[in-house]
């Protein structure tokens, strides 16, 4: 899950959240969602863990990830590294062989997205107790294992996230998880300075996929990361499932690690990108919410998707040529009837930014599938073991309207008090992301 206000694809894309004009102090977290950690674990109760890395053309960053995982103060004989290569022509496979030949090797044709790699290499793993998932963009602090698998370790949770860092350290990455009620996943405290408020530990709603570990029976409990999301809101999904399955996720600020952030996605299409970040929330949704509240939610989800859609489409310029009030009066002469409509023939295509057609496209993923999706949710509701309601809190912030632009949030405004919205959900824990 990486992204909330960096505008990645235009107008309409939502990327993190930068610091607050307080300074942080309103990144505090929730009282109800502080947890007293247990006492430190020994060496002989640190579990098997294996950690596996998704490599897409990450050559370049390859060195410093693996020259910090090789400093862990955790038993050599209990740990495994394994890199998942989704088909790199950047020399990475060869990087590997050459310099980092400890590190096991799995390596794919093609790309097949974080989400099945992830699962890929979970099945691959060396019959770990806890799977551990690493970006290959990160390098870790020598205790960050240790300190990330101990809450397991202890029974406290069933997953964990990591304290993360931006590159350089002068900046948070990621202390915990939040998100909007339709799905829009929020990583807590993104480009903030760091203070006290992060150094809580706390029950979150996901780990990050790009720093986290889990329970390897409760992992395949619950099914792993969702292979049909390909890449983005995976985590969220996944941390979202855990829970309403009755599991908990715990943010663990003393497992520590820093970030380059998002150095794949940027060299994909615009268009590719939007398209998973537009769908796969919608998806989330759609699977994990219980019947009651999904009843609530969809058609608002919907109809703030088609405002977005249509923000980013384009048609608002040529708006005029479908209003019946601008039409040629009828009793116009014959002739000049006939140069029109030859004239609409020649312009029967009206053209969408690409941006919108991904949109349409990507809820079109949920609508013109239903029966397969439905079948999805079904398998996720009859492993419930947990109320929405106990769930609504680790939200953060369910009420984040993610555009400024007026119709869109006099939409959110209006079709909240609609269906219900204010209500159902508590009231925001977290700065509005946008400042």
């Known amino acids: 899950m990486r992204r909330i206000f960096r505008k990645l694809v235009g107008a309409g894309q939502p990327a993190r959240a930068p610091a607050p004009a307080n300074g942080g102090t309103s990144y505090a977290p929730d009282p109800a969602l502080v947890v007293t950690p247990g006492a430190p674990v020994v060496d002989r109760d640190l579990p098997r863990a294996s950690i596996v890395i998704l490599n897409l053309n990450g050559k370049h960053h390859l060195q410093g990830c693996f020259e910090s995982l090789a400093a862990l103060d955790y038993p ?18 060869e990087e590997l062989r050459e310099r980092h030949a400890w590190v096991r090797l799995e390596v794919n044709e093609r790309n097949v997205g974080f989400a099945a790699g992830c699962n890929q290499g979970a099945a691959l793993a060396r019959s770990p107790e806890v799977l551990v998932f690493l970006n290959n963009d990160m390098r870790v602090a020598r205790p ?5 698998v101990a809450p397991i370790v202890r029974g406290e949770c069933s997953a964990t996230t990591a304290k993360m860092y931006s590159w ?34 706390i029950k979150t709603l996901f780990a990050c996929g790009g720093a986290m570990a889990m329970d390897a029976a409760v992992y395949r409990e619950v099914g792993g990361f969702d292979a049909e999301f390909f890449a983005y809101y995976e985590d969220v999904d996944l941390g979202w499932r855990t829970w309403v399955q009755g599991h908990e996720t715990r943010y663990v600020p003393t497992a520590v690690c820093w970030h380059h952030h998002s150095s794949t996605s940027r060299r994909l299409p615009a268009e590719m990108i ?9 998806l989330a949704a759609f699977k994990n919410y219980d019947e009651a509240n999904l009843r609530a939610v969809l058609a608002p989800i919907l109809a703030l998707h088609a405002r977005r859609t249509w923000m980013m489409s384009g048609l608002h310029q040529r708006e005029e040529e479908f209003r019946i009030e601008a039409a040629t009066n009828p009793k116009s002469g014959l002739f000049r009837r006939m140069v ?15 941006i919108a057609a991904a949109d349409l496209i990507g809820v079109n993923d949920l609508l013109g599938r239903w029966d397969h999706w439905m079948a999805r ?4 509701q009859a492993r419930r073991r947990r109320a929405d309601a106990e769930i609504f809190r680790l939200f953060l912030r369910p009420r984040w309207c993610i555009e400024g632009e007026q119709g869109y949030v006099e939409l959110q405004r209006g079709i909240g008090t609609l269906f219900g919205l204010d209500t159902l959900f508590p009231p925001d824990t977290l700065p509005d992301p946008k400042g």
């Open 76 to 93: 050599k004989d209990r740990l495994e590294v394994l890199l998942v290569d989704n088909g790199s022509d950047d020399g990475s496979v």
């Open 144 to 148: 960050w294992l240790r300190e990330l």
């Open 168 to 201: 350089d350290g002068k900046l948070m990455n990621s202390a915990g998880g939040g998100m909007n009620f339709h799905g829009i996943g929020i990583q807590r405290g993104y480009g903030v300075e760091p203070g006290p408020e992060f150094d809580v530990p």
């Open 274 to 282: 939007r398209l998973l970040q537009s769908r796969n929330p919608l």
């Open 340 to 354: 029109e409509k030859a004239q609409a023939k020649l312009d029967e295509d009206v053209p969408v930014r690409r």
């Open 377 to 380: 949710r079904d398998e996720v």
